[in-house]
């Protein structure tokens, strides 16, 4: 059951109003119902019980069903997904000839409709090559150096961000199946224990928000349960496609913490964790988010 002590959660109140400005005392908890149909014709599963290993949460619930009905409507139809124009970027990118052994994305791998479908549904994981769980943003590179003879791409530039939302686009709408056992598991250990310390001068972990207070408002929005089904997603806040590492540093930088570098083993794990948490859960990026 989630705590809804404002005191439990925060320790001060005065940690509450410098965390918050105001948190409303009217819980939308569990999140109104409402069904995800995409193009009128893809149905995604934005809620579900969470599977073994997750604790603390009776339900999943995609973070879309926390948007108001006008964000909502945008992520609902591929026309008006402004994540899609970044999708047509990175079909140009996944065709176009880079690095020094004269190859591109296809020359290997196809299209993406025939190589990448799944892909994003377990991921991260275990890679015995790297011997190490894996993002998709590391195999992105890993193609580019070793195979490519190409430069790395910024971990959360604009390009990597763009060919992650490629990716994931062919695995819309299967649910997400990431494994925490056999050899990433100390690493999913590794993530939750991340999730639930608490850090920075508000002294806040990611359970304060998206555990323990999922539902409630923050100032003019509601909480979400941080679920990362639908990454990389356009923010209108600041009108570009984000990815979860560069979410996850501004969620640790607004605790008032040191944050961890994007594609650092911290931030691996976390991801991989938090992953876990959506299992069940549609892929559905690129979304849309406030």
């Not at 959660?9 to 109104?32: C, D, H, R």
């Not at 003879?149 to 604009?158: F, L, N, P, S």
Request: net charge neutral; charged share 25%; hydrophobic share 35%.
């Amino acid at each position: 059951m989630k705590n809804r002590s404002l005191k439990g959660a925060f320790g001060l109140a005065t940690v509450t109003v410098l965390a918050f400005g105001a948190v409303s005392a009217m819980a939308e908890t569990p999140p109104k119902k409402a069904e995800l149909v995409v193009n009128e014709d893809t149905k995604l599963v934005t809620e579900t019980t969470p599977k073994e290993g997750i604790s603390n949460l009776e339900k999943a619930y995609d973070g879309w069903r926390f948007r108001s009905s006008e964000t909502q409507a945008v992520q609902a139809d591929d026309f008006d997904n402004p994540g899609m124009i970044f999708v047509d970027q990175a079909l140009d990118q996944w065709n176009a000839v880079d690095g020094t052994e004269g190859k591109s994305c296809a020359s290997c791998h196809g299209t993406p409709e025939e190589s990448m479908k799944g892909v994003r549904a377990s991921y991260p994981k275990w890679d015995d090559s790297m011997g190490k769980v894996a993002t998709i943003e590391m195999e992105i590179n890993n193609c580019r150096t070793n195979r490519m003879g190409a430069e790395a791409w910024k971990y959360t530039g604009g390009k990597m961000t763009a060919m992650n939302a490629l990716i994931t686009l062919q695995s819309r709408g299967m649910p997400v199946d990431v494994a925490i056992d056999g050899k990433a598991k100390p690493t999913w250990e590794h993530g939750k224990e991340m999730y639930y310390t608490r850090t920075g001068q508000l002294e806040l972990s990611c359970a304060s928000c998206h555990e323990q207070h999922y539902g409630d408002r923050i100032r003019a929005e509601i909480l979400s349960q941080g679920q990362i089904n639908g990454f990389p997603a356009y923010r209108l806040k600041n009108g570009k496609l984000n990815s979860i590492h560069a979410r996850f540093k501004g969620c640790v930088r607004d605790t008032r913490a040191e944050t961890y570098k994007p594609g650092s083993d911290d931030f691996v794990a976390l991801e991989l964790y938090v992953a876990s948490r959506g299992n069940g859960l549609s892929v559905t990026g690129p979304s849309v988010r406030n």
